[in-house]
């Protein structure tokens, strides 16, 4: 079965980083692009960053561009997302999902699985 994975949250200063993970299992992975996601509490869950299956073209939410890179290896099966110079409203359960194929959107309903998240807390 289709399983995503996430690791790699925890607490990290404003201005620092940290480099999420996302183990995927039950699918062939190459085929398929990525995305994260993050909800924060109180708030709806929103898109940070996606990536294709085909070239590895990559777009961010407006709030983390520049700051944020999502990337993939695909001998590994696993997405990234390499975050820097966080911010404290970067706070958030970020999750990590698949989106269906031959899908165009990044919006929420364009993804079919979803991982469990993993929190990411900026705070001095």
């Known amino acids: 079965q289709v399983q995503l994975v996430e690791s790699g949250g925890g607490l990290a200063q404003p201005g620092g980083s940290l480099r999420l993970s996302c183990a995927a299992s039950?699918?062939?992975?190459?085929?398929?692009?990525m995305s994260w996601f993050r909800q924060a509490p109180g708030k709806e869950r929103e898109f940070v960053a996606g990536?294709?299956?085909?070239?590895?073209?990559?777009y961010y939410a407006n709030s983390v561009k520049g700051r944020f890179t999502i990337s993939r290896d695909n001998a590994k099966n696993t997405a990234y997302l390499q975050m820097n110079s966080l911010k404290p409203e970067d706070t958030a359960l970020y999750y990590c999902?698949?989106?269906?194929?031959?899908?165009?959107?990044?919006?929420?309903?364009?993804?079919?699985?979803w991982g469990q998240g993993t929190q990411v807390t900026v705070s001095s």
């Open positions: 990536i294709t299956s085909s070239d590895g073209s990559t």
């Open positions: 039950g699918f062939t992975f190459s085929t398929y692009g």
């Open positions: 999902a698949r989106r269906r194929s031959g899908s165009i959107s990044y919006g929420r309903p364009a993804h079919d699985y």
